[in-house]
Every structure is written in structure tokens, then in C-alpha cells.
Nanobody
Framework: QVQLVESGGGLVQAGGSLRLSCTVS????????MGWYRQAPGKQRELVAS???????IYADSVKGRFTISRDNAKNTVYLQMNSLKFEDTAVYYC???????????WGQGTQVTVSS
């Protein structure tokens, strides 16, 4: 059974940085395209960054140039470095695989990121 555990969120001022971690157990991160998603209050969950098994990264326009996704296969962990944070980045952040058919693993609890303006 797969388990996703996100951590690293918190309260930060606009312009600040945070590094999120997602440790996966029960599945191998290296063979999957992994992604970071976020869900703000009253909004749908959206994919903000992804990394393929080959290391190719794709970012939503809203975070491009500010966020960096990476992966440590030995630790089965995915990271999201978030710089120059904006108020609109406030959301609960989740990790999961990325699939065209949208068949994903069960979601973890997420980690709250709150950016004060």
C-alpha cells in the first residue's frame, strides 16, 4: 500500500522561501513521473510542477522561475524548492504521481503553506 507523507510547509512572508519534501513508501518514485499539486481554499487542486523518470521538469506558468522540483531516488523522496513566494501561493501542497489517465495514488495529508503579504 502506497503512503505519501508531505512536510516542510509553514508560514512565511512574501518573498521568502520554503522547501517541501514528500517521502513515498510502498512504491518506487524513480520509475514514475512525480508531481506537486496544490489546493487553495475554494479552488480545485492544480498541478504546479512535475518531474519525469528521466529528470525532465515542467512547471505551471504561475510558478515558473520560482519553484524547482527535484527527486532523490535513493531516499524515494520528491522535493519542491519554493522561492520568491507570493500571497497567491498559499495552499495545501500535495505530491502524487502524474498520469494522463489521472489514476493516482491515494492522497497524503498535504502540507500547508501560508504566505503573508
Amino acid at each position: 500500500q502506497v503512503q505519501l507523507v508531505e512536510s516542510g510547509g509553514g508560514l512565511v512572508q512574501a518573498g521568502g522561501s520554503l522547501r517541501l519534501s514528500c517521502t513515498v513508501s510502498g512504491r518506487t518514485v524513480s520509475i514514475n513521473t512525480m508531481g506537486w499539486y496544490r489546493q487553495a481554499p475554494g479552488k480545485q487542486r492544480e498541478l504546479v510542477a512535475s518531474i519525469t523518470s528521466g529528470g525532465r521538469t515542467i512547471y505551471a506558468d504561475s510558478v515558473k522561475g520560482r519553484f524547482t522540483i527535484s527527486r532523490d531516488n535513493a531516499k524515494n523522496t520528491v522535493y519542491l524548492q519554493m522561492n520568491s513566494l507570493k500571497f497567491e501561493d498559499t495552499a495545501v501542497y500535495y505530491c502524487n504521481k502524474v498520469r494522463v489517465d489521472n489514476i493516482l495514488w491515494n492522497w497524503g495529508q498535504g502540507t500547508q503553506v501560508t504566505v503573508s503579504s
